[in-house]
Structures are given as structure tokens and as C-alpha cells.
């Protein structure tokens, strides 16, 4: 079973095709998975392979982290882009989530000015009020909808409380404010557990046009598989295809770009 991917707290820089020179922040055990979807393509694996033993960091272990790498990339002079809480799992699901985004803006303003704070996430806890003032405050929150159709979502997403549908990810993702969210969409063909998987087709793309339009958001991201997928019966849509259905996004008056 492929596992997870990150063994430390803070890590890298590591160079990201979205986000450039990209210094990551793990709240999840670094020897086990937390997170609220089971995605098929997840890189880090499935939800299987269990929480492991270390547990999540606590606030103060990931600041002090962070301040020795902020610290060490600053004295050499190093080139930062981004400062990205990604990982083995969902992060707002820690329980200090939004005052460790709040010591990472202030150690981000005082030893990498340069640098943006993005938060990978999967928009499935924008119902607390904490969690949705923290993501609004970093510089680029990347919210995740794969799909507008409840039962696609179902089979890639999985989500592992079954309240958890699309239209509740949606509807959160509309309540954020305005113009301030990059939502990231994943697009693949494929099968799990023999039941075939497509979000490229006309009417997937339809029903994510009028989500994006209903969330207003600063930026659509298409991607596709790049790196080893749990499910391996998926298949990577290359880049001519995404160019391609951006066009129809861009064409329905939403920014959107392709990675």
C-alpha cells in the first residue's frame, strides 16, 4: 500500500508546479494519514494505512520548527515563494489550526516577507467560523471541489463522514467571501472498485461551471494526476485535453488556469 509522504513537521522547500519554490507545513502525523476525504488519487495513499503513533504537532512544535527553517532559508539567502500547509492529510482538521496560521503570518512577516501563505484544503470544515477566518487571511487559500455531480464526488472524493456531499462543499464554498478562494480541480478518467470514474465529460464540466460560478472565486485550477495514485486504474488527462475544457470554463467568464 502506498503511504504517506511527508516525515516531518515543516519540509522542503520542494518546487511546486502551482505554487513555485514551496515550503510545506505538515499537521498531520508524520508517520501516519489524517483526513476527512479518501481520495483515489491521493499521493500520500489511502486512510488505510491508519494515524500512525506520533500524533499531530503541537502549536508550539510547529512553530518552532518553522522559525529554525524561516531562520536557516533566510541566513542563506534562499529563494522562497510560498509557505503551504499540505501533508498527510487534511490540515484545518487540527485542532489549533487557526492560531498556527496565525503564528506562521507573523514569523512569514518578520523572517520571508516575500513569501505568500496558501492552505491546501478540501473545504469540508468551512462550517466552523475559526477555521473559515484563518483561510481567509492567507494569502491564497486553495479550496478542493473535483466535482459538481453528488455521485462522481462520492466515488473520487470519498468522503469519510457520508454528510459530507457535494452540495454541502459547495455551499460552504459559496459562503466564502467573494473573489478571495483558488478552487483546485482535479480532473481523471478511470475505475474504483469496477465502478468507472469520469469528471471530464460535458455534463461534469456543465455542473462545475455553474459551481464556479456560484462560488465566485479569484482562480479555477485544472490539473491532473502527476505522481503515484493509490487507485492505479486512473488515467492522467494530458495537458492539449485541459487546455481544452479551460477554454470552456474561460468561456463561461471564470479565470481559470491549467498546471
Known amino acids: 500500500m502506498q503511504t504517506v509522504l511527508f516525515h516531518e513537521t515543516v519540509f522542503g522547500p520542494i518546487h511546486s508546479r502551482r505554487l513555485g519554490t514551496s515550503l510545506g507545513i505538515n499537521l498531520s502525523p508524520t508517520d501516519g494519514k489524517i483526513c476527512s476525504f479518501d481520495c483515489v488519487y491521493c499521493e500520500a495513499g489511502y486512510n488505510a494505512q491508519g494515524q500512525g503513533t506520533s500524533g499531530v504537532p503541537t502549536r508550539k512544535q510547529v512553530k518552532?520548527?518553522?522559525?529554525?527553517?524561516?531562520?536557516?532559508?533566510?541566513?542563506?539567502?534562499?529563494?522562497?515563494?510560498?509557505?503551504?500547509?499540505?501533508?498527510?492529510?487534511?490540515?484545518?482538521?487540527?485542532?489549533?489550526?487557526?492560531?498556527?496560521?496565525?503564528?506562521?503570518?507573523?514569523?512569514?512577516?518578520?523572517?520571508?516577507?516575500?513569501?505568500?501563505?496558501?492552505?491546501?484544503?478540501?473545504?469540508?470544515?468551512?462550517?466552523?467560523?475559526?477555521?473559515?477566518?484563518?483561510?481567509?487571511?492567507?494569502?491564497r487559500p486553495i479550496l478542493k471541489l473535483d466535482s459538481a455531480n453528488g455521485l462522481t464526488f462520492y466515488h473520487i472524493n470519498q468522503p469519510v463522514n457520508r454528510k459530507?456531499?457535494?452540495?454541502?462543499?459547495?455551499?460552504?464554498?459559496?459562503?466564502?467571501?467573494?473573489?478571495?478562494?483558488?478552487?483546485?480541480?482535479?480532473?481523471?478518467?478511470?475505475?474504483?472498485?469496477?465502478?468507472?470514474?469520469?469528471?471530464?465529460?460535458?455534463?461534469?464540466?456543465?455542473?462545475?461551471?455553474?459551481?464556479?460560478?456560484?462560488?465566485?472565486?479569484?482562480?479555477?485550477?485544472?490539473?491532473?494526476?502527476?505522481?503515484?495514485?493509490?487507485?492505479?486504474?486512473?488515467?492522467?488527462?494530458?495537458?492539449?485535453e485541459l487546455e481544452r475544457i479551460a477554454e470552456r470554463i474561460k468561456a463561461a467568464g471564470i479565470n481559470v488556469n491549467v498546471f
Request: charged share 25%.
Open 64 to 139: 518552532t520548527a518553522l522559525t529554525r527553517k524561516l531562520q536557516q532559508l533566510s541566513d542563506e539567502g534562499a529563494k522562497l515563494d510560498v509557505i503551504t500547509f499540505s501533508g498527510n492529510g487534511e490540515p484545518t482538521l487540527h485542532p489549533e489550526f487557526a492560531d498556527i496560521v496565525a503564528d506562521t503570518l507573523r514569523l512569514r512577516d518578520r523572517l520571508a516577507p516575500q513569501a505568500r501563505v496558501c492552505v491546501l484544503t478540501n473545504a469540508t470544515f468551512l462550517a466552523n467560523p475559526k477555521v473559515t477566518a484563518a483561510l481567509a487571511a492567507v494569502d
Open 164 to 240: 459530507v456531499t457535494v452540495y454541502s462543499v459547495i455551499g460552504a464554498l459559496a459562503r466564502f467571501p467573494k473573489g478571495k478562494a483558488v478552487v483546485q480541480t482535479m480532473l481523471l478518467r478511470g475505475e474504483h472498485l469496477g465502478k468507472p470514474i469520469d469528471n471530464t465529460t460535458e455534463a461534469e464540466i456543465d455542473a462545475l461551471i455553474e459551481a464556479y460560478r456560484e462560488i465566485q472565486p479569484a482562480e479555477v485550477q485544472l490539473y491532473s494526476i502527476d505522481r503515484a495514485t493509490p487507485e492505479h486504474n486512473l488515467t492522467k488527462i494530458e495537458r492539449p
